[in-house]
């Protein structure tokens, strides 16, 4: 039997954490009606004992459950560095409890009894940020790549480039020929796959390539 974390869906997950049955399934027939897939667990125990999800994801999470509360969870995915986003919803809520989940990088604190609309707009809006966040992280991880081919005679060219030197004061700083400069260059634009200077400039930014890289 696949664990219901690991199958993979383009429109994103839905993680429904609520030790209330019948909010969980309310909760869940909504969203699938949405067309949303959903997964259920009615304590923190249960979640975490699963592997955390590496695809886009948001966490409906309630405050107080049974064990370790929604704040506790909330902290024990910060610690272990997983990005994924909570949206707490909780018949319970009080100003510290709110302000501590957003502080600590909630994206919304909603009280029950919530709207439908209310929450679909929740989750959806979470789970775009969601996959925009992790389609940023996979082109720095994919240009990184790129960057990674180049030797270190290239790195001293692109470094030179991105500061506006031409080819032949280039050629100056690194007490090498115009032409070998012009060799070297074209490989890096061809490693890094950029089209034009300008975009050589955009995605060594993007990874902070910088002199001292």
């Known amino acids: ?89 909780s018949g319970c809520a009080d100003v510290g409890s709110s302000v501590r989940a957003l502080k600590a990088g909630a994206v919304d604190f909603l009280e029950k009894p919530v709207s439908e609309q209310t929450l679909l707009d929740a989750v959806h809006d979470t789970l775009d940020r969601a996959r925009a966040a992790r389609q940023e992280r996979d082109d720095r991880a994919a240009i990184g790549a790129r960057f990674a081919r180049l030797t270190p005679r290239e790195r001293d060219v692109l470094r030179l480039l991105l500061t506006g030197l031409l080819n032949k004061q280039i050629a100056v700083e690194l007490g090498i020929s115009e032409k070998t400069v012009k060799f070297h260059r074209g490989r890096v634009m061809a490693k890094t796959e950029a089209g034009s200077v300008a975009e050589l400039v955009r995605r060594a930014a993007k990874i902070q390539f910088t002199e001292a890289t």
């Open 1 to 89: 039997m696949r664990d219901p974390l690991d199958v993979a869906d383009p429109r994103g997950l839905v993680v429904v954490i609520d030790d209330d049955e019948s909010v969980r399934r309310g909760f869940e027939r909504l969203l699938r009606a949405d067309g949303l897939e959903v997964t259920c667990f009615n304590s923190s125990s249960a979640f975490v004992a699963h592997p955390l999800p590496d695809r886009v994801a948001c966490v409906l999470l309630d405050l107080r459950l049974p064990g370790e509360s929604g704040l506790d969870v909330q902290d024990m995915l910060r610690r272990t560095g997983c990005e994924i986003p909570i949206i707490f919803v």
